[in-house]
């Protein structure tokens, strides 16, 4: 495995590999990795001839009083990690690789949607995740990049910009969420909860699967399904439920009726961390 640091020699080890045929499987990170990244890299894996990890914490996703000093950060942990996962290079870039002094890069505008949800409780958020995101798929060159579904408001995003900017070449693909035994989402901040946090913090896995019973019963009032969600949220001891709501799967807009296909969505704080999660509702009978 190879780790390399440089913008340029990330640019040019892609454009070598696909010169001499090989597909190239891309699993973007900010490190601290943990089962869910895993199994992106291990489905690019089995999928590619060649696989880029990048490890970097974007500064330009966190807004003022987040948790970027305090983000988890590991490099020798994750280096390890990714070798042992059969990662052919980590980029892993000074904040100057990524933006350079005095470079105007492309700033994708995630529109009024990224104004919603996450982007409303965490202003430029997704300007920043954008950003950097478009940054690298430049960088890398065509190739097929990995998002986990946990994070699906982010995956809609990165989805779409692909879509509108068809000379990126990148394909995405969308990974199922990694969760704990008791349904809690993997996520590297989760290391932040008390151990009586980390127990309550299921409250939203358990809020989303309630929606989904009530949708494969037959429930179509979305707001219905939300009310379920945020009772479910709101009577946790330590959580103070952000949001809970249904959105259309296509537009990533609020739901008034599942008579498309749909999903919930949630997000609460919890004394050491803030938490989201979200599923996808199953129509009637499934």
């Known amino acids: 495995m190879d780790l390399i640091r440089t913008a340029a020699d990330l640019r040019a080890t892609a454009d070598g590999w696909r010169a001499a045929g090989a597909s190239i499987g891309l699993v973007p990170t900010m490190g601290a990795l943990h089962a ?25 996703q966190f807004g003022p009083g987040e ?28 904040v100057g690789e990524v933006y350079p002094p005095g470079v105007d890069l492309p700033a994708p505008d995630p529109g009024p949607v990224g104004q919603t949800f996450e982007g409303a409780a965490r202003p430029g958020h997704f ?30 995003l990165v989805r779409r910009m692909a879509v509108a900017e068809p000379g990126l070449g990148v394909t995405i693909v969308a990974c199922p969420t990694v969760r704990e035994a008791s ?12 151990p009586e946090e980390r127990q309550q913090a299921s409250c939203l896995f358990l809020a989303l699967t309630e929606a989904a ?7 179509r009032d979305a707001q219905v399904l939300v009310a379920l969600m945020a009772r479910e949220i709101g009577g946790t001891t330590l959580a103070r439920l952000d949001y809970a709501a249904v ?30 999660d979200n599923l996808l509702l199953p129509t009637p009978g499934e």
Not at 36 to 60: K, M, T, W, Y
Not at 131 to 147: C, E, I, M, N, Q
Not at 253 to 272: K, L
Request: net charge negative.
């Open 213 to 219: 019973e009530h949708a494969r019963a037959g429930e």
């Open 183 to 194: 349904g809690l989402a993997l996520s590297s901040r989760n290391a932040r909860l008390a």
């Open 127 to 156: 300007e920043g995740v954008l950003k950097v995101v478009h940054r690298l798929f430049d960088l890398t060159g065509p190739s097929a990049a990995y998002f986990g579904e946990k994070d699906t408001q982010q995956l809609f």
């Open 67 to 94: 948790d970027l000093a305090t983000y988890p950060r590991d490099e020798a942990a994750d280096l390890a990690v990714t070798e042992r996962d059969g990662v052919d290079l980590v980029w892993a870039p000074p």
């Open 36 to 60: 869910g990244h895993r199994s992106l890299i291990q489905r690019a894996r089995s999928e590619c001839d060649r696989v880029v990890a990048s490890i970097f914490v974007n500064p330009l």
């Open 247 to 276: 959105v259309d799967e296509a537009t990533f807009t609020r739901a008034a009726t599942i008579d498309a296909p749909s999903r919930a969505i949630v997000a609460a704080r919890f004394p050491g961390a803030r938490l989201i």
